[in-house]
């Protein structure tokens, strides 16, 4: 069966530190993968979402970066962290990159930058 | 542009009450898809339901069931008898069709669910 890891669970930065998430699916080949960000009160918005090895899209201008060195691994980065970037960060997949599919959810990381 | 509104921010019950979580979308789109995720406590988001614009029958899984109108332009979710474990937050989402899977969430609803 597929499952998917995210880590840290937490994690507290300070402003202007890097930043690296990390997310990993198990038990599929060639999953197309998302980062999401939930703000405390909103909606899930869609940060980023790749289709293969080193494929990136961006949804929104922001602070923050990602890369898919491995068909499985999926990195949320920045260089340097505002407040702006605190909030719950969740790492998805799916089989096919159509409008009916269905997402698989990681566990989330709930970055606070202080 | 598309939007998807849960004007419930909270709603709390006692236990074997039944509760309904409302979702309004907007769309300009013919073809157009509807769903529901739960976030329980522990993070994840998990899929309930998936609903197609062409198909507005209701669906009904055990305590969950889910009505769609699209006159209205609702996708109203219900739980029958709700228990503790139903505790969580509801996402309603909407992803246009002729494109890739880009899901437009609502704020979401926070349930809790009381003994």
């Known amino acids: 069966s597929q499952t998917i890891h995210q880590w840290p669970a937490t994690l507290v930065q300070p402003v202007g530190s890097p930043l690296s998430l990390e997310c990993t699916v198990e038990g599929t080949s060639n999953p197309n993968l998302y980062w999401y960000r939930q703000a405390a009160g909103r909606g899930l918005q869609l940060l980023f979402y790749?289709?293969?090895?080193?494929?990136i899209s961006s949804e929104v201008p922001q602070n923050l970066s990602a890369s898919r060195p491995q068909d499985r691994q999926f990195i949320l980065s920045s260089k340097k962290l505002l407040l702006s970037d605190s909030g719950f960060y969740l790492c998805?997949?799916?089989?096919?990159?159509?409008?009916?599919?269905?997402?698989?959810f990681g566990s989330g990381t709930q970055l606070s930058v202080l | 542009a598309q939007k998807v509104t849960q004007a419930q921010t909270e709603i709390s019950v006692v236990e074997k009450e039944d509760v309904t979580l409302d979702c309004v979308y907007e769309t300009r789109d013919t073809t157009y898809y509807l769903f529901w995720y739960k976030q329980p406590p522990s993070g994840e988001l998990v899929f309930l339901i998936r609903?197609?614009?062409?198909?507005?029958q209701n669906e009904i899984s055990g305590r969950y069931s889910w009505n769609f109108q699209k006159s209205t332009s609702s996708f109203n979710f219900t739980i029958t008898a709700s228990q503790v474990v139903d505790s969580a937050v509801y996402f309603c989402a909407l992803s246009e069709g002729g494109g890739y899977n880009k899901l437009i969430f609502g704020a979401g609803t926070r349930l809790a669910v009381h003994p």
């Open positions: 790749s289709v293969g090895i080193g494929q």
């Open positions: 609903r197609n614009s062409f198909d507005e």
């Open positions: 998805a997949w799916s089989v096919r990159r159509v409008a009916d599919e269905k997402l698989f």
